[in-house]
């Protein structure tokens, strides 16, 4: 089963531009995971929020949680062709058990 | 930089046949996790082990599916026989103990194809 949803499923936009993703989840949790995923490869991480945190910043990266809505965000500022990508967020629960959502997308226009 | 070592990197099998992929987590992680993703959705974790014990493998097929980890280093994801269902890429992770919140560092993955 999968925690975490992520919206939209799929998102194209102008390099340049700035992406957002979205990501909803459903019991406490210890910490979100940000991952990135190449076609065809292995999940990268990016980028770690704590349950205590809302907000952390990583270069062009950007997270945010809120955990009274059970949410999180990720914004990519000035996109580049190489963001192109598929993005899932990861939730740890209390229990220590990583769930991964089913991602998002996002396509870098040039 | 040390890495997650998956082999092979692509199988083709037929069903019924049986499988095995090879995971080498990177040198002193405690922690390696076996991931099935079917395309277009998100990682779906198998089993999990710390050290050579199985702390999770209640998503593992227990019929079709083996894991093991004997010395806590290297591990094995066995599939016998295998299903048409069974077409994935499974991914193998592994983490820290002394990491901070359970990131996990990702293998390229195996992608098998039942026929």
């Known amino acids: 089963s999968q925690q975490g949803e992520e919206d939209p499923q799929a998102l194209s936009i102008q390099e340049g531009e700035n992406a957002t993703m979205n990501c909803s989840y459903k019991t406490s949790i210890n910490n979100l995971q940000w991952y990135r995923q190449n076609s065809g490869r292995g999940l990268v991480h990016l980028i770690l929020i704590r349950s205590n945190e809302r907000e952390k910043h990583s270069g062009r990266l950007r997270v945010t949680l809120d955990t009274s809505k059970k949410s999180s965000s990720l914004l990519i500022t000035a996109s580049r062709a190489a963001d192109t990508a598929s993005y899932f967020c990861?939730?740890?629960?209390?229990?220590?058990?990583?769930?991964f959502g089913k991602g998002t997308r996002l396509h870098i226009l040039p | 930089e040390a890495e997650v070592a998956q082999s092979p990197r692509y199988k083709i099998t037929e069903k019924s046949q049986a499988v095995a992929f090879w995971c080498d987590p990177i040198?002193?992680?405690?922690?390696l996790y076996w991931y099935r993703q079917i395309l277009g959705q998100g990682p779906e974790l198998l089993v999990q082990?710390?050290?050579?014990?199985?702390v999770d493998d209640s998503q593992l097929p227990k019929d079709r599916f083996s894991a093991e980890r004997l010395k806590g280093v290297d591990s094995t994801l066995k599939i016998q026989p295998a299903e048409l269902g069974d077409s994935a890429m499974y991914l193998c992770a592994s983490s820290s103990r002394w990491g901070e919140g359970n990131e996990q560092f990702f293998g390229p993955g195996t992608r098998l194809t039942v026929l």
């Open positions: 040198s002193g992680h405690a922690t």
């Open positions: 082990f710390q050290d050579e014990s199985v």
């Open positions: 990861a939730t740890v629960r209390r229990d220590d058990k990583i769930i």
